[in-house]
């Protein structure tokens, strides 16, 4: 069993991991745009957009899922899924 303060910090951790998630998606999403310069098609960036948004959004809200459950815990706050 961990302590609630470690509880407490982990689920600030896990919290704090979507940034790094969020700006990585920014700079998929940025380096996949058409451009007049060049770039991918634009077929090939929707395809892109959508597979990045999805895979994305699964492992942000997996993260603040878990980050709500420690919160949870380390208030002493014991529930089943």
Known sequence: MI?????SLLSKVAGAA????VALYVILIRAATPSPQGGM???????????FT???GALITV????SRQ???QAKG???TP
């Open 3 to 7: 302590s609630p303060s470690m509880n």
């Open 18 to 21: 979507v940034l790094p998630l």
């Open 41 to 51: 098609e634009p077929t090939v960036a929707t395809v892109c957009y959508i597979a």
């Open 54 to 56: 999805v895979l994305f």
């Open 63 to 66: 993260a603040l899922n878990f």
């Open 70 to 72: 420690l919160a949870r």
């Open 77 to 79: 706050q014991y529930t």
